[in-house]
Nanobody, 126 residues
Framework: QVQLVESGGGLVQAGGSLRLSCAAS??????????MGWFRQAPGKEREFVAA????????SYTDSAKGRFLISRDNALSTVYLQMNSLKPEDTAVYYC?????????????????WGQGTQVTVSS
């Protein structure tokens, strides 16, 4: 079992930056046995994939709109995954969720993840 708690959301002007954190509490398994992902859901829209990272942090994946602006990373010693978001746009406004799945590889489908955080709100003003 793993519990996830996101933090770092807030209100920022377009062009600004935010760093989201997701702290994991694991029992029975070490954090490094989980692949991690970030997803977001805007009002009236479906949840969408943002970024993912494999168990070691050596392989990452991004949705096209995040490439070049967002950076996903992890610190296994701290059981934490991060999402550095730069050059934010109003269309990035959403609730951001981190997710975990047991396994070394990441997936872009939310259905592959079996643990989710409560979400953190990111609002980008124009």
């Amino acid at each position: 079992q793993v519990q996830l708690v996101e933090s770092g959301g807030g209100l920022v002007q377009a062009g600004g930056s935010l760093r989201l954190s997701c702290a994991a509490s694991t029992s029975g398994r070490t954090f490094s046995t989980y692949a991690m992902g970030w997803f977001r859901q805007a009002p009236g829209k479906e949840r969408e994939f943002v970024a993912a990272i494999n168990w070691s942090g050596s392989i990452t994946s991004y949705t096209d709109s995040a490439k070049g602006r967002f950076l996903i990373s992890r610190d296994n010693a701290l059981s934490t995954v991060y999402l550095q978001m730069n050059s934010l746009k109003p269309e990035d406004t959403a609730v951001y969720y981190c997710a975990a799945r047991v396994g070394y590889s990441y997936y872009q489908s939310g259905d592959e993840y079996n643990a989710w955080g409560q979400g953190t709100q990111v609002t980008v003003s124009s």
